[in-house]
């Protein structure tokens, strides 16, 4: 009974197989114009077990700091605000990209792109990194370019990481 089960699944395995092959041949034999795509619902999004890695190539490279090819997952982001749910409740985080125009021992100010320009409070638990290196916010100059994650709480908004990539190259 065993080995007629075990030949009954690798027969059906084969035929399935073998009616993908032959489907993509078919497909790729077809001269005809072909039809607008039919539009299929979208995908259930996967939840992946806790701990565990998500599927896919990466190089190993973990390194997000500076303004390098892999930006933490922001990519080309200029500046945005958003919600995350934390043990203690939700939290408003900021995030910009741009190039510092003032900065003292208790703020700064980044303008993006864009134009948008906002100021951020600073305290005693703000990093501050250039490149791989440890940076202080003394270190930090006017026309220096920076991507920044903030909290806000009221109309507060207290700069926590601030990435700074050193002097606006000239152009």
């Known amino acids: ?12 395995t084969l035929a399935l197989a073998l009616a993908g092959t032959g489907a993509g041949v078919a497909a790729a034999q077809t001269t005809s114009t072909p039809a607008a795509p039919a539009t299929a619902p979208n995908p259930a999004p996967v939840n992946p077990t806790p701990g565990a890695k998500h599927p896919g190539t990466h190089t190993g490279n ?7 090819k892999h930006r ?9 605000e958003f919600t995350v749910h934390t ?3 939700d939290k408003v985080m900021d995030v910009q990209r741009g190039v510092v125009t003032a900065v003292n021992a208790g703020s700064v100010t980044v303008k993006s792109t864009d134009g948008f320009t906002s100021t951020y409070t600073l305290d005693p638990t703000t990093k501050v990194h250039n490149g791989k ?27 926590h ?5 050193g002097p606006t190259p000239a152009k």
């Open 1 to 12: 009974m065993v080995k007629r089960t075990k030949t009954m699944v690798a027969a059906g």
């Open 161 to 165: 990481h601030i990435g700074d990539a």
């Open 87 to 89: 043990k203690t409740g």
């Open 133 to 159: 290196t440890t940076a202080t916010v003394a270190q930090i100059a006017t026309n220096d370019r920076v991507r920044l994650q903030a909290t806000k709480t009221g109309s507060t908004v207290t700069a």
């Open 72 to 80: 933490g997952g922001l990519g080309r982001v200029e500046h945005g």
């Open 62 to 68: 973990r390194t997000h700091t500076g303004m390098g």
